[in-house]
């Protein structure tokens, strides 16, 4: 399915925005509409039982948020009209990852940026691997000053998961315009070489099916290097500029915790990410 909607999170702060720029990039790429988000939560107004407390809304917090949502449709406004397929702007007063899951349902594609901003909190934004926990569709990592993205060259981190399947259906549109496209899988020893190579000639096969070339390789993992590290010396070498890979955590006392190979991938600011859950 091609990208036809792009939705992007837009803060107050900081301006100039690269976010915003990769977002106006991507979207202009695919002839894709671009969805404004501006969310931010009174940090005091948020009660324990889940609702609002009038006695907890200090008037200055409400003037602070209110002027921060109408700075960032100003920032908006002001470079959306570089969207040939044209945008919509969409704000609420919420947590950012509440709003921007619900404003996902009008997306295809969701586009962040690694690297936390100093001293920001959930009042104020939504943390890319939250993100991709809750919005339901795939979302794009990127280091945080990039402001463009060619993905000429494409490196897909194959697992034999959902996840992964997932991630290969949600990146074709990437995927078809690379000049490049590498299927990768990392194994545990020797002896998983072989089922690992056929799992890549299958894949392989289904992306020709689509008119997709792909350079597919297995390698055994490296004693001393985690898988994910061993992943991005090949994006490296084979000068990938994005890497597409599924997301993989597993609940724990309610709380959602990612694997070390896909915590790996959000903490490096080398290269942007596209990942599905």
């Keep these: 399915m091609p990208f036809k909607a792009i939705l992007v999170h837009i803060e107050a702060d900081p301006a100039p925005d690269p976010r915003l720029a990769l977002a106006i990039d991507v979207a202009n790429r695919f002839d894709a509409r671009l969805l404004g988000v501006g969310a931010e939560l009174y940090v005091n107004a948020y009660s324990g039982d889940g609702g609002f407390d009038g006695g907890y809304m200090i008037a200055a917090e409400i003037e602070r948020v209110d002027a921060d949502l109408k700075r960032a449709e100003t920032k908006f406004r002001g470079s959306a009209g570089e969207v040939r397929a044209g945008w919509d702007w969409r704000s609420g007063v919420r947590f950012p990852l509440t709003e921007l899951a619900a404003e996902a349902r009008a997306a295809d594609l969701v586009v962040t940026t690694g690297g936390a901003r100093r001293h920001a909190s959930q009042y104020e934004m939504a943390q890319p691997g939250a993100l991709i926990l809750q919005v339901g569709r795939p979302v794009l990592v990127a280091p945080p000053e990039m402001v463009r993205l060619d993905a000429a060259s494409v490196l897909v981190a194959w697992k034999d998961t959902r996840e992964s399947r997932r991630a290969v259906a949600d990146a074709m549109p990437f995927l078809r315009r690379a000049s490049k496209v590498y299927l990768v899988e990392i194994c545990d020893n020797k002896a998983a070489l072989p089922a690992a190579t056929a799992r890549l000639e299958d894949v392989a096969g289904y992306l020709l099916r689509h008119g997709i070339t792909a350079i597919a390789s297995a390698h055994i ?45 959000l903490e490096q600011t080398a290269r942007a990410v596209l990942f599905s859950h």
């Excluded at 992943?231 to 599924?246: F, R």
């Design 221 to 265: 993992a490296e004693r001393e290097a985690e898988a994910a590290a061993q992943l991005l010396d090949i994006a490296e070498l084979e000068k990938a500029d994005l890497i597409v890979a599924g997301a993989y955590g597993h609940s724990r006392f309610q709380e959602w915790v990612f694997g070390g190979f896909t915590r790996a991938l």
